[in-house]
């Protein structure tokens, strides 16, 4: 079985700065992992995603995480926060199958 | 239009009554889920669908049923709706592998029941 954790249900940025959001998984079998966002009144929808290959993934919108696998973590970064990444963000794991677990969530809000 | 459309968007009920939320999509997809989405609990799958003859529970199928009628339309049934099932649901699709983890999400339906 697969579960993450997210550490912190929200973070508070100033715009410009560094957006950093925690994600620790656990899993019995070779993770897969993933972002996702989910706008105000909008379903979920894909930042990116590790599955094989490089640990450094690049995503949309700026954001990147990086798989590791000593750490059990694929934490979520941006270097510079814009208001439009105020959301809620979720982390999720799975393995070979793809039935995601999805973490609780992280809101993000930015100020000005 | 959205790829995944999911009826009706809002929808006020009480204990006891049977629910159906509908879902249908444009992306030609088979494999399509139905996820329910709680504060502080993420999202938890309920019902998945590989095909129009597959149908699988997820972690919390107790209390729902699902129909899938055609491969674009895969329906959601609450037969005696209970308040603690008021939530935001979610219907979703995907590619099979090695893009069946990339979901498709709706808007939603946000479930009251009183």
């Known amino acids: 079985a697969q579960s993450v954790t997210q550490l912190g249900s929200h973070v508070s940025v100033s715009e410009g700065a560094l957006v950093l959001l925690r994600c620790n998984y656990s899993s019995s079998v070779p993770p897969y992992l993933f972002w996702y966002v989910q706008y105000p009144n909008q379903g979920l929808q894909l930042l990116l995603k590790?599955?094989?290959?490089?640990?450094l993934v690049k995503g949309i919108n700026g954001f990147e995480a990086e798989f590791k696998k000593s750490e059990t973590s694929f934490h979520l970064t941006k270097p510079s926060a814009h208001m439009s990444d105020a959301a809620e963000y979720f982390c999720?794991?799975?393995?070979?199958?793809?039935?995601?677990?999805f973490g609780a969530g992280t809101t993000v809000t930015v100020r000005a | 239009d959205a790829d995944v459309t999911q009826t009706p968007r809002n929808r006020i009920t009480k204990t006891g009554k049977r629910i159906m939320l509908e879902c249908s999509q444009t992306?030609?997809?088979?494999?399509m889920y139905w996820y329910r989405q709680d504060p502080g609990l993420g999202l938890r799958l309920i019902y998945y669908s590989f095909d129009v003859k597959d149908i699988n529970k997820g972690e919390i199928s107790d209390g729902y049923s699902v129909s899938r009628q055609a491969q674009a339309k895969f329906s959601l049934s609450l037969e005696s709706a209970i308040p603690n099932q008021t939530a935001l649901y979610f219907c979703a699709t995907s590619d099979p592998p090695p893009r069946a983890g990339e979901l498709f999400f709706g808007e939603g339906s946000r479930l009251t029941v009183l």
């Open positions: 999720a794991v799975s393995g070979s199958d793809y039935k995601l677990s």
């Open positions: 590790y599955t094989t290959g490089a640990t």
């Open positions: 992306k030609g997809h088979d494999r």
